[in-house]
C-alpha cells in the first residue's frame, strides 16, 4: 500500500517570498502519479499541479512548480512570489495507475501568507 | 455540468441512528471515490469505484457501507452512527484514462456531527 507524508504541518510566508512544501511517499509501483491539491478555507479541493512519475521533466503551473526525485521519493512544492489567496491547506496525493486505481492523501501542510 | 453534488451539506445525527450521504456526478466519470477529513488532518478512504457495479474499500472502512447501481452516483451509508464517525465528508470523481483524465473533482463536502 502506498503513503504519502507532510512533516510540515504549518509554514508562514511573507508576500512575494517563495516557499517550498515537502512531501515523500512510498510505494513498489513504478509508473504512478503524485498531485498537489489546494484546498482554502471555502473547503474546496483544487488541483494545483500533476506529475507523471514516467516523466523526467519536473511540472510548472505558473508560480507553482514541483521538485521530483523519483529515487528519493521525494515530490516537494515550490510557490514563487506568493499571494495572499495563496493562503490554504496543501496535499501531497499519490495515485497508482491500472484499474484499482486509488488516490492517497498526505496530512497537509497549513501554509499562511503574510503581508 | 454541476460537477459532484453532495448533499446534504450540514447533518446532526444522534448516536445509534443511519444516514445516507448522497453524491452524484454529471461527468460520466468511471472512477468515484469517498473520504473522511478530521479536523486538521488528510483525507483518508474510506470506499472507492471503479464503475458501475464496482467498489472497493480504502484505509476505514468500517461503520460504513456504500453501493454504485449507476455511473452518476455513489451514496454513502452510515449504520449505527458513532461520535468517531464526526467529521466532515468529500466524494469525488475522476475519468478513466492517464494524463489529464487523472485530475479528480471533489464535492462541496458533506459537514457531518453525530451527539
Known amino acids: 500500500a502506498q503513503t504519502v507524508t507532510q512533516s510540515q504541518p504549518e509554514m508562514s510566508v511573507q508576500e512575494a517570498e517563495t516557499v517550498t512544501l515537502s512531501c515523500t511517499y512510498d510505494?513498489?509501483?513504478?509508473?504512478?502519479?503524485l498531485f498537489w491539491y489546494k484546498q482554502p478555507p471555502s473547503r474546496q479541493m483544487i488541483l494545483v499541479i500533476r506529475?507523471?512519475?514516467?516523466?523526467?521533466q519536473n511540472a510548472t503551473e505558473n508560480r507553482f512548480s514541483v521538485n521530483f526525485q523519483k529515487a528519493a521519493k521525494s515530490f516537494s512544492l515550490k510557490i514563487s512570489d506568493s499571494q495572499l489567496g495563496d493562503t490554504a491547506m496543501y496535499f501531497c496525493a499519490f495515485m497508482n495507475t491500472g484499474t484499482a486505481s486509488k488516490l492517497t492523501f498526505g496530512t497537509g501542510t497549513r501554509l499562511q501568507v503574510t503581508l | 455540468n454541476a460537477g459532484v453534488t453532495q448533499t446534504p451539506k450540514f447533518r446532526i445525527l444522534k448516536i445509534g441512528q443511519s444516514m445516507t450521504l448522497q453524491c452524484t456526478q454529471d461527468m460520466n466519470h468511471n472512477y468515484m471515490y469517498w473520504y473522511r477529513q478530521d479536523p486538521g488532518m488528510g483525507l483518508k478512504l474510506i470506499y472507492y469505484?471503479?464503475?458501475?457495479?464496482?467498489?472497493d474499500k480504502g484505509e476505514v472502512p468500517n461503520g460504513y457501507n456504500v453501493s454504485r447501481s449507476t455511473t452518476e452516483d455513489f451514496p454513502l451509508r452510515l449504520e449505527l452512527a458513532a461520535p468517531s464517525q464526526t467529521s466532515v465528508y468529500f466524494c469525488?470523481?475522476?475519468?478513466?484514462?492517464?494524463?489529464?483524465?487523472?485530475?479528480?473533482?471533489f464535492g462541496q463536502g458533506t459537514r457531518l456531527t453525530v451527539v
Open positions: 510505494t513498489s509501483e513504478s509508473n504512478y502519479y
Open positions: 469525488a470523481s475522476r475519468p478513466s484514462g492517464q494524463g489529464k483524465n487523472t485530475e479528480a473533482f
Open positions: 506529475q507523471e512519475a514516467y516523466k523526467q
Open positions: 469505484s471503479v464503475g458501475a457495479g464496482i467498489t
